[in-house]
């Protein structure tokens, strides 16, 4: 069975602070996600890699960075918190396989006071 | 850009039938998935398609026109664990994967 990990799953941080949301998959995917998730609005894809050091923009980029230095490992990157980013942060693997499913993380719920 | 839409929510009764419509305007079409996701829970797959027509999986089904750009799953026999929400995610260029806002789906006795 797949399992990807996320290594908080509540957060609270402070305006300003810079935010490390760390994700690990350990069944060999090439593909790495991070989604957040607010009501209404659904899930929306931030960044995604599709390689080690590879890293491509998302929908909603802005005021966040990724890092993918191990195949197993992508981090999430806030480098300065600010309330507008309180939401659930989804990470999420894949095969490089069109039909692969994403498996997904159980969430961080993020506030931002 | 990418726009899929669902129902946002929508109530059945036990043993019912559900139909849980999306449709769909990418550039690029790669695939459609299916995902329940329970309340405080993560995700998780239940179908895909990829060429026109319904694939069956027990009392879930999920149906694709690519011409329409339109889905739909159906849920069967529904029970209480059905309650949930569903989101429809179309697989445009790439690997990108683009979600619907979810429909959430109440079971009721």
């Known amino acids: 069975d797949v399992k990807v990990t996320q290594s908080s799953r509540y957060l609270v941080k402070r305006t300003g602070e810079k935010v490390f949301l760390e994700c690990v998959q350990d069944m060999d995917h090439e593909n790495m996600f991070w989604y957040r998730q607010d009501p209404g609005l659904g899930l929306r894809l931030i960044y995604f890699?599709?390689?080690?050091?590879?890293?491509e923009k998302g929908d909603i980029p802005e005021g966040y960075s990724v890092s993918r230095e191990k195949k197993e490992r992508f981090s999430l990157i806030l480098e300065s918190a600010s309330t507008n980013q309180t939401s659930m942060y989804l990470c999420?693997?894949?095969?490089?396989?069109?039909?692969?499913?994403?498996?997904f993380g159980n969430g961080t719920r993020l506030t931002v006071t | 850009g990418q726009n899929i839409d669902q129902p946002t929510e929508m109530t059945a009764t036990e043993g019912a039938i559900v139909q849980i419509n999306c449709t769909y305007q990418t550039s690029g079409f790669n695939g459609l998935f299916w995902y329940q996701q329970h309340a405080g829970e993560a995700p998780t797959f239940l179908s895909y398609?990829?060429?026109?027509g319904l694939e069956e999986k027990g009392r879930f089904s999920s149906f694709l026109s690519r011409s329409k750009g339109y889905s739909y799953l159906l849920l069967k026999e529904l029970q209480m664990k059905d309650s949930a929400s569903y989101l429809c995610?179309?697989?445009?260029?790439?690997?990108?994967?683009?979600f619907g806002g979810g429909t959430r789906v109440l079971v009721k006795p």
């Open positions: 995610a179309v697989k445009a260029a790439g690997n990108k994967l683009t």
């Open positions: 999420a693997s894949s095969l490089e396989v069109e039909n692969s499913p994403l498996h």
């Open positions: 890699s599709y390689d080690v050091k590879m890293k």
């Open positions: 398609n990829v060429l026109d």
